[in-house]
């Protein structure tokens, strides 16, 4: 500070230190003024980006289900591509893409259960039968569908053919118990009916017969009816 004497006043005169410490305070505090404005303005951006795209997801799976089409006979016909139409931001073109892929793999996979179940009914023990129809099935299914997708398809309708051989493979199983129970009964009821004639007209060389044969009839039929 320096001291002036005017007309008997006394007055303080700043130097130029004190401005330079008043003008640094002014840069600082409008370096933090800035500061402050860049982390508001990314904030509000952030939050704009985030509703916008919550809009877009909503949106995109709405718009999802007209990608899925069926033919005359009712079967869903194979997206060439899961993209939405035109141009959209990238949560759009996810959502939709998520929404519809998991649209067509369900409605795929259903009409497939039922294509499964008709032809078990037509062909209950007939396992060739049933994998040659659902091998065409699954051909015309993938047939034109997006290449990008058609792996996963494929490999679940593989797993559903899988299921449906194998309870066919267990109707042919309980069939073929049956008729080997059906043939040991009768076999048995034989012996039975035989032995009983015997018991009247007694023939040493069928009473011998019966004695030889009668344990093994029985443990084919215990074997068929277990």
Known sequence: MALQRQDSVVTYQPSGGLNNVSFAMDQMLQANMWKETQVSAQTMYDIVEKQFNQSAVEQAQKDAPALIKRDGSGAVLPPSSFDPPGLTSRAYRDAYKSAA????????????????????????????????????????????????????????????????????????????NKVAATNAQWAYDNVVLQAGRLAKTPDRFDREFIAANHAVLLTDFDRATS
């Open 101 to 176: 892929y998991n649209l067509y793999s369900s409605s795929v996979e259903q009409d497939f259960q039922n294509y499964a179940s008709t032809v078990m009914a037509q062909h209950p023990t007939d396992v060739e039968a049933v994998r040659k129809k659902l091998d065409e099935k699954r051909a015309a299914i993938v047939n034109g569908l997006d290449p990008a997708y058609e792996p996963l398809i494929t490999l679940r309708l593989n797993g559903m053919t899988g299921q449906a051989l194998s309870r066919t493979t267990a109707n042919v199983k309980l069939e073929e």
